[in-house]
Antibody
Framework: QLQLQESGPGLVKPSETLSLTCTVS??????????WGWMRQPPGKGLEWIGS???????YYNPSLKSRVTISVDTSKNQFSLKLSSVTAADTAVYYC???????????WGQGTLVTVSS | AIQLTQSPSSLSASVGDRVTITCRAS??????LAWYQQKPGKAPKLLIY???SLESGVPSRFSGSGSGTDFTLTISSLQPEDFATYYC??????????FGQGTRLEIK
């Protein structure tokens, strides 16, 4: 079964760019079955979808974040990445990566990584 | 964007109770709905997809129903490990994903 693991800095300064990578194991990121998604969850709050990517590079973004988000894929490393620019304290959250069946539901999730935006 | 409203926002129940959580979509989404369980400090876990299909390995006491705009998640007999927060998620054909605000299920 798939395993996903997020990695990246746990602390980012305001106005800078948050960068996270998700490493996929137990399967190929180039599988035609899957898209790959990012979600986040501010402390004590609900889940928010950030965006999704296919191995070919096709992307879909949450309209509320689209101007600041870039999701990319590196098939040679079986990884996909998230960049969120111009961060503020409101971007402090646990960030999750997950495998997404087609563009539907998410069946495997990483453990999540807390990113705090603070100077 | 399609909005999902869950009710109730929180719920107290006892072991052995039958519990129902509702998710209402702001427009019709056919059966494009999933349910997740999240325990504190853990990632969400997929329970139900396509409104009523049980994910492999999920106990049969969990069931989902509905189509269009109104959906329910039912736990037939609550077990101690079921106390958690539950989220619905829609995946309509515009590729834009939204989650409900969550329902916290607590021990009475």
């Amino acid at each position: 079964q798939l395993q996903l693991q997020e990695s990246g800095p746990g602390l980012v300064k305001p106005s800078e760019t948050l960068s996270l990578t998700c490493t996929v194991s137990g399967g190929s990121i180039s599988s035609s079955r899957y898209y790959w998604g990012w979600m986040r969850q501010p402390p004590g709050k609900g889940l928010e979808w950030i965006g999704s990517i296919y191995y070919s590079g096709s992307t879909y973004y949450n309209p509320s974040l689209k101007s600041r988000v870039t999701i990319s894929v590196d098939t040679s490393k079986n990884q996909f990445s998230l960049k969120l620019s111009s961060v503020t304290a409101a971007d402090t959250a646990v960030y999750y990566c997950a495998s997404q069946i087609q563009l539907w539901f998410f069946d495997y999730w990483g453990q999540g990584t807390l990113v705090t935006v603070s100077s | 964007a399609i909005q999902l409203t869950q009710s109730p926002s929180s719920l107290s129940a006892s072991v052995g109770d039958r519990v129902t959580i509702t998710c209402r979509a702001s427009q019709g989404i056919s059966s494009a709905l999933a349910w997740y369980q999240q325990k504190p400090g853990k990632a969400p876990k997929l329970l139900i997809y396509d409104a009523s299909s049980l994910e492999s390995g999920v106990p049969s006491r969990f069931s989902g129903s509905g189509s269009g705009t109104d959906f329910t998640l039912t736990i037939s007999s609550l077990q101690p490990e079921d106390f958690a927060t539950y989220y619905c998620q829609q995946f309509n054909n515009d590729a834009l994903i939204t989650f409900g605000q969550g329902t916290r299920l607590e021990i009475k």
